[in-house]
């Protein structure tokens, strides 16, 4: 079945620098790419997601890029800011189904 | 729009004893969800629903998990006897249809904590 590999699984960066977070995935039939933000005591948010038909999409400091050829996708945040301080999680779309990465800790240093 | 409601927030009880979360989905939403997410851990899918029908079950401990969505509105996931390991926060989240290629509205969760 699909299986989606998240990496790192820490990230600590300087306030204003940026960030990037991997993530591969094994069925290429996969075609939607969400990326969820988590912060403490909540649930995961949305933040960007992108099709397969697509290789890249951008929304102020937050954009992801896709590969299919390679399969992998990545989220990038520009410009990061104390807020950004969460857990961010992949998942890969197959036959209805969201197949989930492990998650990566964001740490924003001051 | 509002968004997605669950209760309680939090939960403690006792193993063996029985507990049941409630959610309320994104009005017109078709497709709900019910994730466990045991802290540290992504998101586990436990049960998904197409209106009152369900779509994949396959995750869910049927021997001591249940939910039902009878109205094909909010839906209701039950533990009866809860263990130690049942111990996680019970994300309930909904999305507008299960063919439509979207993302899912989560709600805040109900951290359950088993002694």
């Known amino acids: 079945g699909e299986n989606v590999e998240q990496h790192p699984s820490t990230l600590s960066v300087q306030e204003g620098d940026s960030a990037v977070i991997k993530c591969t995935y094994s069925d290429s039939a996969s075609n939607y790419f969400p990326w969820y933000k988590q912060e403490l005591g909540k649930g995961p948010q949305l933040i960007i997601d992108i099709r397969s038909n697509v290789g890249e999409k951008k929304d102020q400091r937050i954009a992801v890029t896709l590969n299919k050829t390679a399969k992998h996708f990545s989220l990038h945040i520009t410009e990061t800011q104390p807020e950004d301080s969460a857990v961010y999680f992949c998942a890969a779309r197959i036959n209805y189904q969201l197949i989930w990465g492990a998650g990566t800790k964001l740490i924003i240093k001051p | 729009e509002a968004g997605v409601a669950q209760s309680p927030r939090y939960k403690i009880i006792e193993k063996r004893q029985s507990v049941a979360f409630w959610c309320n989905p994104i009005?017109?939403?078709?497709?709900l969800y019910w994730y466990q997410q045991i802290l540290g851990q992504g998101p586990k899918l436990l049960i998904q629903f197409q209106n009152n029908g369900v779509v994949d079950d396959s995750q869910l401990p049927k021997d001591r998990f249940s939910a039902e969505r009878l109205k094909g509105v909010d839906s209701t996931l039950k533990i009866q006897p809860a263990k130690l390991e049942d111990s996680a926060v019970y994300l309930c989240?909904?999305?507008?249809?299960?063919?439509?290629?979207?993302?899912?509205?989560f709600g805040s969760g109900t951290r359950l904590t088993v002694v």
């Open positions: 009005s017109g939403h078709a497709t």
């Open positions: 989240a909904s999305s507008r249809a299960q063919g439509a290629i979207d993302g899912y509205t």
